[in-house]
């Protein structure tokens, strides 16, 4: 299925957010800041860019794997989510799990965004769920 998502640069530094290969699930979202996170610390890094998402759809932020396995810095609530009707700026929560201060420069790549679709459901109040094989297993217990 195909979308149009609508960007407005809403700063002279901001750059569109893009693919680096035909097929990826993730656009970049690029920085246009410079600043610096002490390890074990987070920030809000501003990338200048507004979205209109496609109807029924949202925008899930998330790492890139480059910046945690090199320095240890991720996105501190992944993924985060941005709604369908939100109009402000596209922020960025990046935490520093790293031994050092890390630096984030103008232009860096600082996450990825995914457009996915979101299911409307019908929320019903009940005092019977039907049983699955599963049940109530949970947290290891499928196995290690």
Same mark, same amino acid.
């Given at each position: 299925?195909?979308?149009?998502?609508?960007?407005? +640069?809403?700063?002279?530094? =901001?750059?569109?957010?893009? *693919? =680096?290969?035909?097929?990826?699930?993730?656009?970049? !979202?690029?920085? $246009?800041?410079? +600043?610096? $996170?002490?390890?074990?610390?987070?920030?809000?890094? *501003?990338?200048?860019?507004? !979205?209109? +998402?496609?109807?029924?759809?949202?925008?899930?932020? *998330?790492? &890139?794997?480059? +910046?945690? !396995?090199?320095?240890?810095?991720?996105?501190?609530?992944?993924?985060?989510?941005?709604?369908?009707?939100? &109009?402000?700026?596209?922020?960025?929560?990046? $935490?520093?799990?790293?031994?050092?201060?890390?630096?984030?420069?103008?232009?860096?790549? $600082? =996450?990825?965004?995914?457009?996915?679709?979101? =299911?409307?459901?019908? #929320?019903?109040?009940?005092?019977? #769920?039907?049983?699955?094989? *599963?049940?109530?297993?949970?947290?290891?217990?499928?196995?290690?």
């Amino acid at each position: 299925m195909e979308y149009t998502l609508k960007v407005k +640069l809403i700063h002279e530094e =901001a750059t569109l957010p893009f *693919r =680096a290969n035909e097929g990826d699930a993730g656009m970049d !979202l690029f920085s $246009i800041e410079e +600043l610096t $996170i002490r390890a074990g610390e987070s920030a809000l890094v *501003r990338t200048g860019i507004q !979205l209109e +998402l496609p109807k029924g759809t949202e925008a899930q932020v *998330r790492p &890139r794997s480059g +910046l945690a !396995l090199k320095h240890a810095v991720t996105v501190l609530n992944s993924p985060g989510t941005i709604d369908e009707g939100y &109009r402000g700026e596209v922020k960025i929560i990046l $935490i520093n799990h790293g031994k050092e201060d890390f630096r984030v420069l103008k232009q860096m790549r $600082i =996450a990825q965004m995914v457009i996915a679709p979101v =299911a409307q459901v019908n #929320l019903i109040q009940t005092e019977d #769920l039907t049983i699955s094989e *599963r049940d109530q297993g949970g947290f290891g217990s499928s196995g290690s």
